[in-house]
């Protein structure tokens, strides 16, 4: 099985997310046209149970299937991987049909006494094959994620995209107008047409892959002592895995019930608090965010490769590995961050078409940006097998959102600006836990200069420049969008340019390594 070499995966992965970003984002601007704020609230309040369901049944055996192929890999027993997803499929089809069981009949009171909204019941129905589908499909994924194969996966992600938009836009298309329920039931029946592609065709690949070599050995030919090891060894993964995303992402499904519940109880008729929280959500925070494509590509690539390194006891090398990724982070996530949050306002309304989208706009994109930095380093320790103790940070963080969104959204005059404190200090408190626990593994120094210092600083001298040629260019006669594109322009070739002056774009690599190596020795 011929591999990409980490350089080419994180770069063949990027292209293909930020084609899915830019693809997912018409799509996000498309739909919420088409249906509007209320419905995007609705559609962003059923989403969180997809997490919920994921965490009960596939998120564990899916990291398993990752983690167990690399290390696979590392160790030279490549067949090993074939036994290892026949297992995690085995047993994510067990939990999904436990799941579905107990899900399906009580569909009406989790959309009522949960969701606290009855028009929420058809989409957590239409949920259970999507679920389906997408767990078959993430196996599969992470197979060949772990294997070092990223071809497949990518050329997946492309048409994935574009069949979901296609089919939920042509979905709504033909049948709109129709209620909100069943507006939210056509999105998700969109996603299912995607996923049957996807898990589809991610399972032909993978049979594809697996039968070229003739020595592979059936599951049916292990002997019962190495089938009972190989299911210990998942399952010790998958469990408390899957246990603390459940337990996350039950937080995290609370805090989004949260959000249109507290701004009712402030005052609020219950069309606007879904419409805000659509607004906020579905628009404000997907505008913010186009620039992680970066960060889940290589999030892809690294785990693999730290989980390698961890299992060949080179410390060193995931010391490396670990701050070239959080360089090519803050390098890419901080200009990105400090320019949306200045032209989020009119770039939001001429997309959504919304003059509320880009409200909180500098508070959400550095949460974000904080959140790139927690996801990475979060990366970094599940590479290096702390599994468990980076998902007890997400829990921790999980409770402190979940928290403070119910303590500052129930407080007169605060709204919206309490949710969006909740999200900024979690993030903070996110980042915190796991680079103490980075550093403590592999002593990577906090690198100030290079982290921090240098791209803040760049950034915010592109952000400020951006902001004061705004209202220039629409004095000039400029549209409020070209007049914001003509600032983007201006913010990259101003920040490039004070990373320049500052040194740091002159061979980053050897100037990384000295560091580190100077940091090792302290």
């Given amino acids: 099985m011929k591999t990409l070499s980490a350089l080419g995966s994180t770069a063949l992965l990027t292209a293909v997310s930020l084609f899915s970003q830019v693809v997912g984002f018409l799509y ?13 609230g609705l559609y962003q309040l059923v989403m969180p ?17 990752s983690h167990l192929s690399a290390r696979d890999q590392a160790v030279g027993n490549k067949f090993t991987a074939a036994r290892t997803v026949h297992a995690c499929v085995a047993g994510f089809l067990t939990a999904f049909t436990a799941v579905a069981l107990v899900v399906a009949p009580l569909s009406d009171a989790i ?6 909204d009855a028009r929420a019941r058809l989409g957590i129905l239409l949920l259970l094959p999507w679920v389906l589908l997408t767990g078959l499909e993430n196996i599969h994924k992470h197979f060949f994620y772990g294997s ?98 459940l337990l996350s992402n039950l937080m995290g499904a609370w805090t989004a019930v949260l959000v249109p519940q507290r701004l009712v109880r402030t005052g609020s008729d219950v069309s606007s608090a879904m419409s805000a929280f659509g607004v906020m959500c579905g628009m404000t925070l997907p505008l913010l965010s186009l620039p992680t494509a970066f960060i889940s590509a290589m999030g892809l690539v690294l785990l693999p490769k730290l989980s390698q390194a961890a299992a060949l006891g080179r410390m060193e090398l995931c010391r490396v590995r670990a701050d070239k990724a959080i360089t090519a982070a803050a390098w890419l996530i901080l200009p990105a961050s400090a320019l949306l949050s200045v032209l989020a306002h009119p770039l939001g309304a001429a997309m959504f078409h919304n003059a509320a989208v880009g409200e909180f706009a500098l508070p959400l994109a550095l949460g974000v940006a904080m959140s790139c930095f927690e996801a990475v380093t979060s990366v970094c320790l599940n590479g290096l097998g702390k599994q468990r103790l980076n998902a007890a940070h ?3 963080c999980g409770a402190v959102q979940l928290f403070l969104t119910w303590w500052r959204m129930a407080l007169p005059d605060v709204g919206l600006r309490g949710y969006v404190e909740a999200f900024l200090v979690s993030t903070v408190v996110g980042c915190t836990l796991n680079w103490r ?9 906090f690198l100030w200069r290079r982290w921090l210092i240098a791209p803040g600083l760049s950034a915010l001298l592109a952000a400020l420049d951006a902001k004061l040629l705004f209202p220039v260019l629409t004095r000039s006669g400029l549209g409020e969008t070209a007049a914001a594109l003509g600032c983007l322009g201006l913010g990259i070739v101003v920040y490039l340019s004070a990373m320049a002056a500052q040194g740091m774009l002159d061979s980053p690599l050897s100037k990384g390594k000295g560091s580190l190596d100077r940091g090792s020795k302290i």
Wanted: proline share 6%.
């Fill in 394 to 396: 997400g829990l921790v």
């Fill in 148 to 245: 070092g194969n990223v071809r497949p996966p990518a050329f997946t992600e492309i048409c994935e995209q574009v069949i979901r938009a296609g089919a939920v836009l042509g979905l709504l298309w033909y049948f709109l107008p129709q209620n909100p329920e069943r507006t939210v039931g056509l999105i998700v029946c969109g996603m299912i047409v995607c996923e049957v592609f996807s898990a589809a065709t991610l399972t032909l690949l993978y049979r594809k892959a697996m039968r070229r070599p003739s020595s592979i050995p059936s599951p049916s030919s292990e002997g019962r002592t190495a089938r009972k090891a190989l299911r210990r060894r998942v399952l010790s993964i998958a469990l408390p895995i899957g246990a603390t995303a």
């Fill in 49 to 65: 149970v997809s997490s919920v369901l994921l965490s009960l049944t596939a998120v564990g055996f899916t990291v398993a299937c």
């Fill in 28 to 40: 996000r601007v498309a739909l919420s046209r088409m249906v509007g704020a209320e419905i995007m």
């Fill in 111 to 116: 959309s009522v006494h949960f969701l606290g």
């Fill in 437 to 445: 626990t980075l550093h403590t593994l592999t002593k990577l120094p």
